[in-house]
């Protein structure tokens, strides 16, 4: 079955550590996002790479860093500077050209204890 | 500064009602505006919207755009519990490719 994968369901991080929220597609395909969703708000774009080896800042970069390694992985990286990072975190990817058909993973949530 | 406001913030109606959800974009170098369903998951695409005026139908849901008055409406006819959820649009730049998404509007459809 072709589809993205996020893992883990829930992650839960301790204060000033650093946590990864994998992210896996098999479309095949060459753009991934990273969405961030915090409760009575939509989503906010994190990161987003439309090729492997680049990625751009979105709009609440701060606190976070991915990598593109492969074409097929697009992990996020929640480091302890991110100061309130409780929320519910979205990876989508989707052919460019053809951001409308952006397909979404089931999401993770993250909560701080 | 980009932005899509969407109105209402939540909505509660009873089956059978028709709702009518707004959406209007403030979006340097348009291209089209989407509009997602989310179920507590991840959203589920619904329409995509390029052309002003030209109505997009689904069963008894329909959308439009106004790319003069810069907004868009999502409607549901004869409502059900199913309906039930956060409705999103989101505004995709001519380039780049990147979207931006309003508040979204949670609808709660009461039996």
């Known amino acids: 079955d072709g589809g993205i994968t996020q893992s883990p369901k829930y992650l839960f991080r301790k204060e000033g550590q650093n946590v990864t929220l994998s992210c896996e597609q098999n479309l095949n395909h060459d753009a991934m996002y990273w969405y961030r969703q915090d409760p009575g708000q939509g989503l906010r774009l994190i990161y987003y790479s439309q090729i492997v080896n680049d990625f751009q800042k979105g709009d609440i970069a701060e606190g976070y860093s991915v990598s593109r390694e492969k074409k097929e992985s697009f992990p996020l990286t929640v480091t302890s500077a991110q100061k309130n990072p409780t929320a519910f975190y979205l990876c989508?990817?989707?052919?460019?050209?053809?951001?409308?058909?952006?397909?979404f993973g089931p999401g993770t949530r993250l909560l701080v204890l | 500064e980009d932005k899509v406001v969407q109105s209402p913030l939540s909505l509660v109606v009873h089956e059978g009602d028709t709702v009518t959800l707004n959406c209007s974009y403030e979006v340097t170098n348009f291209r089209s505006l989407l509009w997602y369903k989310q179920e507590k998951k991840a959203p589920t695409f619904l329409f995509m919207l390029?052309?002003?005026?030209i109505e997009k139908k689904s069963g008894r849901l329909s959308s439009i755009l106004d790319k003069k008055e810069l907004f868009s409406i999502l409607n549901i006819t004869a409502t059900q519990t199913g309906d039930s959820a956060v409705y999103l649009c989101?505004?995709?730049?001519?380039?780049?490719?990147?979207?931006?998404f309003g508040q979204g509007t949670e609808l709660s459809v009461k039996p």
């Open positions: 989508a990817s989707s052919t460019p050209g053809a951001e409308e058909t952006q397909y």
């Open positions: 390029t052309s002003s005026g």
């Open positions: 989101a505004g995709i730049y001519n380039q780049g490719g990147k979207l931006i």
